[in-house]
C-alpha cells in the first residue's frame, strides 16, 4: 500500500476536490482540443470527398472558402501530361439562400461541376446526378445548420423544397450530407450550367481542377510533370499537400489556431495552479509527519516520493472523471452545431500526457515546501 | 567497561545563531550511555535538555567536541551517515507523532520497513506482535485519531521499539498522560528495553517515574551538574522542576 495513496484518501472531501478541480482543467483542454480539432477536420469535409488525385488551384487562392477562379485551359494542357487519366473542374461560390420557412437569408456554399463527370465521391450525390442535370435543381446538405430550414425534413416528409439562392428560384432533387465548416455553415451540390445561371460565373474560369492519375502511378511523380508542363499561375497539389493548405490556412492564416492555443494553455496553467494549491496545503498539513519520518532515517529522496506518487495519482483520477465529461460535452457541441467533435484515442493520450505533467510541475513546485521539514524541530 | 559505550560523548559545545547573535547553549558536555542502561534527565525548561537529545539521536550537526553513537563519531559524519545511524534509534516524542493517515498497524510498520533485512511478510507479522506487546492486540487497524493519549503513546513506543533499536530516546513521554497511563507507558518501556537490550534516555518533568531509572542526570543552563548511579531505590529530587 503506498504512503501517497493512504495519504491522499484519508482526507476524502479533499481528495474530491482535488479531482473535481483537475477534471475540470482536463474538460477545458479537451473542449479546446475538440473545436480546434473540429475546425480543422470540418474544414477539410469537402476535400476528403473529392474524388481526385491531384488538385490544381490558383496561386492566389487562400482556402476553400476564398478561392481564386484559374483559367480551364490549364486543366485541359493537364490531361494531355503522361500519366493523367481526367480532370474536371470544380466551381465553388458562396451566396444567400433564402430559408423557405422563415424567408430570413444565409450565406450557403455552393459546389458545383459537370454532372457527367462526377466528383464528389458521395452515394446520395452520385444516386442524384441526373436531378442535377435539370436546371435549377440542387442538392442540399442536410447536415448543415438548421438556420437554413428544415429542407431534410420537408424533402423526406415528400414535399416540394423550393426558394431561391442569390434570388434565383431553385428547387431541392435531392439530399446529401457532409456538414458545416467554419468556412460554411451550408452546402449544396448543382450542375455547372445550374451554377452558370445562379453566379453568373464564366465557366471558362475554374476555382478547382480534379486531376485522376491511371490506375498504378504515383500521384506524386504525376503531379511534378504536371509543374513542369504547366506555367506558374496554377499551383499543382496531391491531396494530401491539399488537405494540408486548407488545415494549414486555419492554423496559421487566422487567429484561430493560436486562440486555441491560447485556451489549452489557459487549462493547462489553471491545472497547474489547482493541484499546486491541494499539493502545498497536503505538504504543509503533513510537515511534522514527514518531519517524523525523517528522524526515523527516512532519506529526502522518499518524501520526494511520496509528493510526485500523489501527483501522479491525481493526475490519472482527475483525468477519467474529466474525459467521462468531456465525452460528454462532445456529443453535446456535436448535436448543437454539427461539428465533427470526436474524441480520439490520440486526444485522450495527449490529455493524460498533459495532465500528468501539469501534476509534475505543480509537485515540483510544492516539494520545495519538503525542505521545511527539519527532524529536529519535533522534539 | 569491556563493552564500548552506546553514547559517548566528549567535551560536546554547541551555539544557536551567528556572529553578534552566537548563543552557546551546551558546554562541555561528557556523557556516557551503557547497553541496556535507561538513564532519566531531568531539568527545567530551557536548559538545553532538548537540543542534547537531538544531537544524540543524530538529527543535528554536532559542532564542536567528540559525539560518538554506536562508536562511530558523528561530528563531521556525512548526511548518509547520519540517515543511516537514525535508522538504529527509537524515538519517542512528546506528542506521539503518529502519521495520522496511517492505522496503527501502518505507523509501526513505516519504522519495520526501513530495514532491508526484514522480508515483507514479516514486516506486518512483527508489527501486529508488538502491537500486541504494549497492549493494543485489539486496535492494531484504528487510525490514531481514535485512540486514547495513553494508546497513541504505546503505539509510538511500539514503532520505537520494533525494529530492536540500540538507544531509544523519549522526550517527555508522559507528559501529556495522565498517572495511571503515563505510569503504564514507562513500564512498557522498561520491560521491552530490558528483553531487547537497548538502551533508554528519556528526558521527563514526571517524578512519579524516576524510579525506573539505573541513572539520573540532571541539566542546568547547558550544563550537566548531577550524574548519579541509583541503586535500586529512587531519591526524592529536589532540583527546581518549573
Known amino acids: 500500500m503506498s504512503i501517497a495513496w493512504l495519504q491522499l484518501s484519508r482526507e476524502k472531501s479533499r481528495l474530491l476536490v482535488a479531482l473535481a478541480g483537475i477534471a475540470f482543467a482536463d474538460i477545458l483542454i479537451f473542449m479546446q482540443m475538440g473545436f480546434q480539432d473540429a475546425l480543422y477536420d470540418s474544414s477539410v469535409l469537402i476535400h476528403e470527398r473529392l474524388d481526385g488525385d491531384i488538385f490544381l488551384i490558383s496561386p492566389q487562392s487562400t482556402a476553400m472558402f476564398a478561392m481564386k477562379s484559374f483559367p480551364r485551359r490549364r486543366l485541359y494542357q493537364t490531361i494531355a501530361v503522361a500519366g493523367v487519366k481526367s480532370g474536371s473542374p470544380l466551381y465553388l461560390d458562396l451566396g444567400l439562400w433564402k430559408n423557405p420557412v422563415d424567408r430570413s437569408s444565409r450565406s450557403i456554399f455552393a459546389i458545383a461541376f459537370n454532372p457527367k463527370e462526377a466528383v464528389l465521391n458521395l452515394p446520395a450525390v452520385e444516386s442524384s446526378l441526373d436531378k442535377i442535370k435539370l436546371t435549377d435543381t440542387i442538392l442540399f446538405d442536410e447536415a448543415s445548420q438548421e438556420k437554413f430550414g428544415p429542407i431534410g425534413k420537408l424533402f423526406k416528409e415528400g414535399e416540394t423544397v423550393e426558394t431561391e439562392v442569390r434570388n434565383k428560384r431553385i428547387k431541392v432533387g435531392g439530399l446529401f450530407a457532409i456538414g458545416p465548416s467554419f468556412g460554411a455553415d451550408g452546402n449544396i451540390v448543382m450542375s455547372d450550367i445550374t451554377f452558370k445561371d445562379i453566379f453568373e460565373r464564366d465557366l471558362g474560369l475554374i476555382d478547382i481542377g480534379v486531376v485522376k492519375v491511371k490506375p498504378g502511378l504515383d500521384s506524386a511523380s504525376v503531379a511534378s510533370n504536371i509543374k513542369e508542363r504547366l506555367p506558374k499561375d496554377v499551383v499543382v497539389l496531391t491531396r494530401q499537400e491539399f488537405i494540408d493548405w486548407e488545415k494549414n490556412y486555419w492554423k496559421t492564416g487566422t487567429s484561430i489556431g493560436f486562440i486555441f492555443s491560447l485556451g489549452i494553455g489557459m487549462g493547462f496553467i489553471v491545472g497547474i495552479v489547482i493541484v499546486y494549491q491541494i499539493l502545498s496545503t497536503e505538504v504543509a498539513d503533513h510537515l511534522p509527519e514527514y518531519a517524523t519520518l525523517k528522524a526515523m532515517g527516512y532519506k529526502q529522496i522518499f518524501l520526494l516520493g511520496v509528493v510526485f506518487q500523489e501527483a501522479i495519482i491525481l493526475s490519472v483520477l482527475g483525468f477519467i472523471p474529466g474525459t467521462g465529461i468531456s465525452f460528454f460535452l462532445y456529443n453535446l457541441t456535436r448535436n448543437a452545431t454539427q461539428l465533427p467533435m470526436l474524441m480520439t484515442v490520440s486526444k485522450a493520450a495527449g490529455v493524460l500526457m498533459l495532465t500528468i505533467l501539469m501534476c509534475l510541475i505543480s509537485g515540483a513546485i510544492a516539494v520545495r515546501k519538503l525542505g521545511r521539514a527539519d527532524p529536529a524541530d519535533i522534539f | ?242
Request: hydrophobic share 40%; charged share 25%.
Open chain 2, 1 to 242: 567497561m569491556l563493552e564500548e559505550p552506546v553514547v559517548d560523548l566528549k567535551n560536546l559545545n554547541h551555539y544557536f545563531g551567528k556572529g553578534e547573535l552566537k548563543k552557546q547553549v551546551l558546554f562541555d558536555i561528557d556523557l556516557e550511555l551503557q547497553r541496556g542502561e535507561i538513564v532519566l534527565m531531568t531539568g527545567p525548561s530551557g536548559s538545553g535538555k532538548t537540543t542534547l537529545l537531538t544531537l544524540i539521536g543524530s538529527l543535528r550537526s554536532p559542532q564542536e567536541g567528540s559525539l560518538k553513537i554506536f562508536g562511530e563519531e558523528l561530528n563531521g559524519a556525512s548526511k548518509t551517515m547520519q540517515v543511516e545511524v537514525r535508522r538504529h534509534i527509537g524515538y519517542i516524542f512528546q506528542a506521539h507523532n503518529l502519521l495520522k493517515f496511517l492505522t496503527a498497524r501502518q505507523n509501526v510498520e513505516m519504522s519495520l520497513r526501513l530495514h532491508k533485512d526484514i522480508p515483507g511478510k514479516e514486516v506486518t507479522k512483527k508489527a501486529v506482535a508488538m502491537l500486541e506487546a504494549v497492549g493494543l492486540g485489539t486496535h492494531i487497524n484504528y487510525y490514531p485519531d481514535n485512540l486514547s493519549g495513553g494508546q497513541k503513546q504505546r503505539v509510538a513506543i511500539a514503532r520505537a521499539l520494533a525494529s530492536h533499536p540500540k538507544l531509544v530516546l523519549a522526550d517527555e513521554p508522559t507528559a501529556a498522560l495522565d498517572s495511571k497511563s503515563g505510569r503504564d507507558v514507562v513500564e512498557i518501556m522498561q520491560q521491552l528495553a530490558q528483553e531487547q537490550g537497548c538502551t533508554i534516555l528519556l528526558v521527563t518533568h514526571d517524578n512519579r517515574i524516576l524510579d525506573i531509572a539505573d541513572r539520573l542526570i540532571h541539566m542546568e543552563d547547558g550544563r550537566l551538574v548531577t550524574n548519579d548511579t541509583l541503586v535500586d531505590t529512587a531519591p526524592v529530587m529536589s532540583t527546581s522542576n518549573r
